[in-house]
């Protein structure tokens, strides 16, 4: 992946614990334009179909890949050898382009880096370790996380558990899924 990508989106870094990624597939919804590095929502959907995450939220997790009906990788219109679309309109494929899916790390193992909006550490010192913290759905930039969300206070609904700055990329954090629809919420 290019360097500057991952300053741009949801970026899967590691797992801990000994576990893997877990990913499931997903259709994608009609109506949203999906890209790598997404966060993910897929319980009050119809058919469970994906859509964008929302704060204080339970989530299914970042979206990780855009297939086909087939689960082939959708290339670029001006293909480059070893590139995949990074980016799809979903309701595009209503109609001629049939249908696409998508495939959804919903691991709490997993560990992510993004970009914060807002000054990083001015809300509840949201630069350190184990702050709670939500995607930055208020501004539809679904690719990364509000600092003014950051928590401290327990029973505070967030989606995602802050592990402190990234050690790769000081100014992006390194989180992990809080609220997941597929394990529980767990405060």
């Known amino acids: 992946m290019i360097w500057e990508e991952r300053n741009k989106m949801f970026t899967y870094t590691h797992s801990t614990g000994g576990n893997r990624q877990h ?76 249908t696409y899916y998508c495939f959804i790390d919903a691991s709490r193992f997993s560990r992510f880096a993004t970009t914060v909006s807002g000054t990083l550490g001015t809300t509840n010192y949201s630069d350190d370790p184990d702050c709670r913290i939500d995607v930055n759905s208020a501004n539809t930039t679904y690719t990364e996380v509000l600092e003014t969300t950051a928590t401290r206070t327990i029973g505070t609904p967030a989606n995602f558990y802050s592990h402190g700055k990234d050690k790769m990329n000081t100014s992006l954090l390194s989180l992990s899924i809080a609220m997941s629809q597929l394990e529980g919420v767990k405060e």
């Open 23 to 98: 990913i499931v597939p997903r259709q994608l919804g009609n109506s949203i334009t999906a890209a790598i590095g997404m966060c993910m929502k897929t319980y009050d959907q119809d058919g469970g179909k994906a859509t964008y995450g929302v704060a204080a939220q339970p989530i299914l997790g970042i979206l990780h890949q855009i297939t086909d009906a087939s689960y082939n990788p959708i290339v670029n219109a001006t293909h480059t050898p070893g590139t995949a679309k990074r980016s799809i309109v979903a309701s595009q494929a209503t109609g001629t382009g049939g």
